[in-house]
Each structure stands twice: as structure tokens, then as C-alpha cells.
């Protein structure tokens, strides 16, 4: 079975400093990764998505996230936050033909001015 | 374009009534989902579709708690009776499902309150 780890829940960091959300996951077979965002009151919009290929995925809002299958880790980053991105963060992970997705528990990402 | 549309965005009700929850999935997607999200769970599967078919419901938490999909553009999820435990957002996703990985797109969520 899948699963997916996030084992920060809380992550404060101040406005412009760089910020990294850490997501390990496991599975017997290969995965498919995601990182999907929550702002107030909404609903997950996806950040970004490793399916094959390159390691380095980047996605909107200038984050990116590197694919690491030795470590089976999917951390997160942006080198520079901003206020804006203040919101909940979750990665998930989907497995070979199945359409289901597993999320982990969500890091909340506090921006201080 | 629309994307998933959630009804009613906001429900308060009284334990043992009955609560129906109704959903809108993107135009032209196959495969739908119901997900419930509270402080103490995150967010759990609770059912999903493909073709308008259940696949997994292994996630629905009791019989109070069924689903349907008459067609492709219309999915319902209904608790019978309601409890306050049921408390939650409740979030309906779609996505087209012609390879695993593709992006699940989400409502705005139905915020339900049970008292």
C-alpha cells in the first residue's frame, strides 16, 4: 500500500526567506508524486507533479520539488516566499494505473512579515 | 471554464437529519471523487468513480453514508441519519482518467455542521 509522510505540520518562516516542506513516501512500485496547495476557504488546486523524467519538477508560483527515489522524498521548495503563500500544503501519491490518490496530513506554511 | 461546482457551500443541520451533498464534476472528466477533510483526520477518500461506476468505497465510514453518480455530470453523497462527528468540508474532485497521474481538480468544498 501507498502511504505518504509529512512530518512537519506547522512551518513558520518569514517573508523572502527560503522555505523547504518535507514529504517521504512509501510504495513497492513506481509512484506518481504531487504536491497540491489549500488556500483559506478553498478547495487543493495542484502546485506541481513528478510523473517521470526529470528529478526537478517546478511548478507554479515559483516552487519546485525534487524526486528522490533513494531517500523516497519529495521536498518542496521556494527560494524566496511571499505573503501570499501562506496557505496549507499537502503531497500525495498515486500508484501505477489507479486513479487513487493518498494525501499526507498537510503542513501549513505561516508567512511572517 | 466552470471547474467543479459543490452545493451548498455551507449546511447546518441537526443531528438525525438528513444531509445531501451534491456535485458538478468538470465537463468531459471520467472519474470523480468524495473527500472529507477534518482537523483531527486530514483528508480522507471516501468514494470514487470511474464512468460513473463506484470503484473504491472503501473510505465511506458507515452505511449512514451513500453515494451515487446517475450520470456523468451529477454525483451525490448522502448522510442518513447525521451526527455531529459528521462535521467536516466535504470536497468533490474530478479528473479525466486516461493515465494514472493526472491532475484531480477539487471544489470549493461543502462545509457541514451537525449540531
Known amino acids: 500500500a501507498q502511504s505518504v509522510t509529512q512530518l512537519d505540520s506547522q512551518v513558520p518562516v518569514f517573508e523572502e526567506a527560503p522555505v523547504e516542506l518535507r514529504c517521504n513516501y512509501s510504495?513497492?512500485?513506481?509512484?506518481?508524486l504531487f504536491w497540491y496547495v489549500q488556500y483559506p476557504n478553498q478547495g487543493l488546486q495542484l502546485l506541481l507533479k513528478?510523473?517521470?523524467?526529470?528529478?526537478l519538477v517546478k511548478g507554479i508560483n515559483g516552487f519546485e520539488a525534487e524526486f528522490n527515489k533513494s531517500q523516497t522524498s519529495f521536498h518542496l521548495r521556494k527560494p524566496s516566499v511571499h505573503i501570499s503563500d501562506t496557505a496549507e500544503y499537502f503531497c500525495?501519491?498515486?500508484?501505477?494505473?489507479?486513479?487513487?490518490?493518498?494525501f499526507g496530513t498537510g503542513t501549513k506554511l505561516q508567512v511572517i512579515p | 471554464d466552470a471547474g467543479v461546482i459543490q452545493s451548498p457551500r455551507h449546511e447546518v443541520t441537526e443531528m438525525g437529519q438528513e444531509v445531501t451533498l451534491r456535485c458538478k464534476p468538470i465537463?468531459?472528466?471520467?472519474?470523480l471523487f468524495w473527500y472529507r477533510q477534518t482537523m483531527m483526520r486530514g483528508l480522507e477518500l471516501l468514494i470514487y468513480?470511474?464512468?460513473?461506476?463506484?470503484?473504491?468505497d472503501s473510505g465511506m465510514p458507515e452505511d449512514r453514508f451513500s453515494a451515487k453518480m446517475p450520470n456523468a455530470s451529477f454525483s451525490t453523497l448522502k448522510i442518513q441519519p447525521s451526527e455531529p462527528r459528521d462535521s467536516a468540508v466535504y470536497f468533490c474532485?474530478?479528473?479525466?482518467?486516461?493515465?494514472?497521474?493526472?491532475?484531480?481538480?477539487f471544489g470549493e468544498g461543502s462545509w457541514l455542521t451537525v449540531v
Open positions: 500525495a501519491v498515486s500508484v501505477g494505473g489507479y486513479q487513487k490518490v493518498t
Open positions: 513528478y510523473l517521470s523524467g526529470s528529478t
Open positions: 468513480f470511474n464512468n460513473n461506476v463506484p470503484i473504491d
Open positions: 465537463s468531459g472528466h471520467n472519474s
Open positions: 510504495s513497492s512500485v513506481s509512484v506518481y
Open positions: 474532485a474530478s479528473t479525466f482518467q486516461d493515465r494514472a497521474g493526472n491532475t484531480i481538480y
